[in-house]
């Protein structure tokens, strides 16, 4: 890949599950990667190291962020523009579950989880939109099939899941041409977060489940990256879209 080729991906929650594994694809593929995370220093560390290891320190940078915090959201941009230059592209993909039953959900539970994902991807959004200037990019959401047809115990996650998904084409309406702006929405991906949230350690629960699925399997997170990858470089003709990747599961 040449240099005038090469991308600057940042993908917020960076550090495990569907975040670590773009952040690898990307690497792979040549481009120069922020990784963003708030909690689990170590996990982010280690992966940043072995980053560097294979594709050099130049082409990598680790930034810890809140990305309900504007302030901090701001440094994440700064320090990323400082070290590459400009964002290209923006992978909203930090997102928190704090799960509990309606009548006993606090509002601190509602507000924590509203802030981070739906919040922290407007935030994430608007500042990558400014830094841009007369630039050209792409953002992509990260969804839920939940934000569409809800589940117990989870309101407030669902409810920022939606918001999500419409927020996308608010922004793919107001952004364009200059940027397109798509949403990823998973249905059941084997996730270590999935297989504790519906207990599918268990093979019997996750057999139901699987039963429920015309694919015949959980989804990978390898279906997610494909995706990613494909909206980013597949075509220059799609915004506003929600892309759901969910082995044909559209039941629940």
């Known amino acids: 890949m040449e240099k005038k080729d090469r991308l600057v991906i940042l993908i917020t929650g960076s550090s495990r599950g569907i975040g670590k594994k773009l952040v690898q694809r990307f690497a792979e593929l040549g481009h120069r990667i922020v990784l963003n995370f708030y909690k689990g220093r170590k996990e982010a560390e280690t992966l940043t190291e072995e980053l560097e290891l294979t594709y050099g320190k130049e082409n990598v940078l680790l930034v810890q962020a ?3 915090k504007r302030n901090d959201v701001k440094e994440l941009f700064e320090r990323s523009k400082a070290q590459f230059g400009t964002v290209n592209i923006l992978i909203n993909n930090a997102g928190i579950n704090l799960d509990g039953p309606f009548l006993e959900m606090t509002d601190e539970q509602w507000n924590r989880v509203i802030e981070t994902n739906l919040t922290g991807t407007f ?3 608007q500042e990558f939109a400014l830094q841009l200037g007369e630039g050209e990019g792409h953002i992509i959401n990260l969804g839920a099939a939940t934000g569409i047809h809800g589940r117990k115990n ?3 996650y669902c409810s920022s899941k939606a918001g999500i998904i419409t927020l996308t084409k608010c922004l793919a ?3 364009a041409p200059k940027v397109m702006v798509n949403c990823v929405v998973p249905g059941f991906i084997a996730t270590d ?3 504790e949230r519906y207990g599918f350690e268990d093979p019997e629960k996750a057999q139901a489940v699987i039963d429920t699925i015309p694919a015949g399997r959980l989804g990978r997170v390898e279906d997610i990256v494909r995706t990613a990858e494909f909206i980013l470089f597949g075509s220059s003709f799609i915004t506003g879209q929600s892309f759901f990747v969910n082995g044909g599961d559209y039941r629940h």
Do not use: F, K, R, T
Request: with cysteine; charged share 20%; aromatic share 0%.
């Open 193 to 195: 977060e999935v297989i």
């Open 123 to 125: 935030i994430c959004s």
């Open 66 to 68: 809140d990305v309900s």
């Open 154 to 156: 989870g309101a407030n």
């Open 173 to 175: 309406l107001e952004l």
